[in-house]
């Protein structure tokens, strides 16, 4: 069954059809249908990434030492709650990754976040959004090990602690090292799918009737569900690191 089209998809669908078909069918990517190119939940997060940046760009001019409003007092609170984080799981050395930290973190709290909205949806409850911040996980922590370590040290820290392991270590460090991919993915998948499948059984069920408890619990999983991807790209960047500097 198609999936009803919410305003936002038709508005991009609107204006954009066009340009964006023409760019899919540069890439070899033909759309099904040219002229509703646009799905709910690409439309969704790249209607959160446009928040997020017209919130820091409301927020940058009104910086001020000596009169902070509230928008940077929060932005303060979320900043030094990711440096905590980063510092407990990496120590100083992490600070160089705080921005990709915050970012991941964000964007995904939004992300689960605006489905609580009517008539929006939040795109972490579709496979393809959790999959893709799950690749600029992997390859953000793969990136910075290459680059502190070189390609062949970093590559030596999947052969195992001794030489003569190495043959057995290398193949299975590198499956578990890929499975990282699914065990993002489907996390952060399953819990926000289930989360919005039991607001609109109840929506259904009683709609004159807000089922706040569970629209607490969506949010509550929702902000933990961010915590956690943002915890464990701390932890991924933290063992790519060179652990030779781990106690300086």
Same mark, same amino acid.
């Given at each position: 069954?198609?999936?009803?089209?919410?305003?936002?998809?038709?508005?991009?669908?609107?204006?954009?059809?066009?340009?964006?078909?023409?760019?899919?069918?540069?890439?070899?990517?033909?759309?099904?249908?040219?002229?509703?190119?646009?799905?709910?939940?690409?439309?969704?997060?790249?209607?959160?990434?446009?928040?997020?940046?017209?919130?820091?760009?409301?927020?940058?001019?009104?910086? @001020?030492?000596?009169?902070?409003?509230?928008?940077?007092?929060?932005?303060?609170?979320?900043?030094?709650?990711?440096?905590?984080?980063?510092?407990?799981?990496?120590?100083?050395?992490?600070?160089? =990754?705080?921005?990709?930290?915050?970012?991941?973190?964000?964007?995904?709290?939004? @992300?689960?976040?605006?489905?609580?909205?009517?008539?929006?949806? @939040?795109?972490?409850?579709?496979?393809?959004?959790?999959?893709?911040?799950?690749?600029?996980?992997?390859?953000? =922590?793969?990136?910075?090990?290459?680059?502190?370590?070189?390609?062949?040290? =970093?590559?030596?820290?999947?052969?195992?602690? *001794?030489?003569?392991?190495?043959?057995?270590?290398?193949?299975?460090?590198?499956?578990?090292?890929?499975?990282?991919?699914?065990?993002?993915? &489907?996390?952060?998948?399953?819990?926000?799918?289930?989360?919005?499948?039991?607001?609109?059984?109840?929506?259904?069920?009683?709609?004159? *009737?807000?089922? &706040?408890?569970?629209?607490?619990?969506?949010?509550?999983?929702?902000?933990?569900?961010?915590?956690?991807?943002?915890?464990?790209?701390?932890? =991924? &960047?933290?063992?790519?690191?060179?652990?030779?500097?781990?106690?300086?």
């Amino acid at each position: 069954m198609p999936e009803t089209e919410l305003w936002v998809t038709a508005l991009f669908n609107s204006f954009l059809a066009g340009p964006t078909t023409a760019a899919l069918r540069w890439l070899h990517v033909p759309p099904e249908d040219p002229a509703h190119p646009w799905t709910n939940f690409v439309a969704m997060e790249v209607l959160v990434a446009l928040i997020i940046i017209l919130a820091f760009a409301l927020l940058r001019p009104r910086l @001020s030492m000596d009169r902070p409003g509230k928008g940077q007092h929060l932005s303060e609170i979320v900043y030094s709650f990711i440096c905590g984080q980063s510092d407990g799981v990496i120590g100083r050395r992490g600070r160089p =990754y705080v921005p990709f930290f915050g970012t991941i973190f964000l964007f995904i709290l939004i @992300s689960n976040l605006i489905g609580i909205v009517p008539s929006l949806e @939040s795109p972490t409850m579709f496979p393809a959004v959790p999959l893709g911040c799950a690749l600029a996980t992997f390859c953000y =922590y793969n990136f910075i090990g290459v680059k502190t370590q070189g390609v062949f040290r =970093y590559l030596g820290h999947f052969c195992g602690p *001794v030489w003569w392991l190495a043959e057995l270590m290398f193949p299975i460090e590198i499956i578990s090292n890929l499975a990282r991919l699914l065990s993002l993915t &489907v996390r952060l998948f399953a819990n926000m799918f289930a989360g919005e499948l039991v607001i609109l059984a109840f929506m259904s069920l009683f709609p004159l *009737v807000l089922p &706040v408890p569970f629209m607490g619990l969506h949010i509550f999983v929702g902000v933990l569900q961010a915590y956690v991807f943002a915890l464990l790209t701390m932890v =991924y &960047v933290g063992e790519a690191l060179p652990h030779e500097s781990a106690h300086s």
